[in-house]
């Protein structure tokens, strides 16, 4: 089985940060991890095969193209939790889902090109599934920072 | 305030959106995709960096694959006149990673802040979670950890 190993470890963390826009980007960043820049673009490729990394690319805030994210949740019964989770990732808009323990039982982020589209989306949801869609969008940012030492 | 986007910034957010070329020049990659030259491609990426439309480019990692197996969304109920106060001070602790405020929705959901707490382990939530407690004490009326148990999609933003 495949083990992450120093130099991995190193790439996760300092990659978080930010990558330059310029000719060649990891050839600038493998410099900092003492590897050549085609190392850098392997292991990069590996992690993201291996599932230690969702993704690896630009982070884009939709609010700041005029359009909305938000937060909204369901209680869905057991038995018909699969079909739901269909119902939902189906649809473009839903960015993040995520089961919890608690009644309130499926937790996704909605982001659309407007603000309507959320209003849209989730009444496409009510009617698809049958259950009540929960909306609750931020009404103000304290912090955002998730950073994930490897 | 919002940023308005023409065509080539909407299809370098469409070719990058699901992740950044991993070849030597990727803007390069991106630029003969969509067919625009890659000094532009680097520009526009650039100026939307500058104005906060790219929050960063950069590793996503799966936080479950890196250990932090307990990932706790935090919610309390906070007396309305203090909550702007309280959820700075809470979203200043280093170890809460998103801090909002979000409306109650009643009588279903009394909780209007919500902090998200990560750990390796449920115990280091916890131990986590009584330190916003003490915090929040005399203006929080309830609270609940909702643990998530599975990741039932994450692909981020598609326009």
Known sequence: MWQMDETDKAIINGLQGGLPVCERPYQIMALQFAISENELIARLENLLTQKVLTRFGPMFQIERMGGAFSLAAMQVSEDDYERVTETVNALTEVAHNYRREHQFNMWFVLATETPAGIVQAISRIEVETGYPVFNMPKEKEFFVGARFAA | ?159
């Open chain 2, 1 to 159: 305030m919002s940023i308005k986007l023409d065509v080539i910034d909407r299809a370098i957010i469409q070719a990058t959106q699901s992740g950044l070329p991993l070849t030597q020049r990727p803007y390069h990659t991106v630029a003969e995709k969509i067919d625009i030259p890659p000094e532009v491609v680097m520009q526009r990426m650039q100026a939307m960096l500058d104005n906060g439309v790219i929050r960063r480019i950069g590793a996503v990692p799966n936080h479950y694959s890196l250990g932090w197996n307990a990932n706790g969304m935090t919610v309390w109920d906070v007396v309305d006149e203090h909550i702007d106060t309280l959820g700075q001070q809470v979203g200043a602790l280093e170890f809460v990673s998103h801090c909002y405020r979000r409306p109650r929705i009643i009588p279903n959901w009394p909780y209007n802040l919500f902090a998200m707490v990560h750990g390796r382990n449920r115990d280091e939530v916890e131990v986590k979670t009584v330190q916003i407690a003490e915090l929040l004490a005399p203006h929080c009326r309830a609270h609940a950890t909702l643990y998530s148990t599975k990741i039932l999609k994450k692909t981020g933003l598609r326009i």
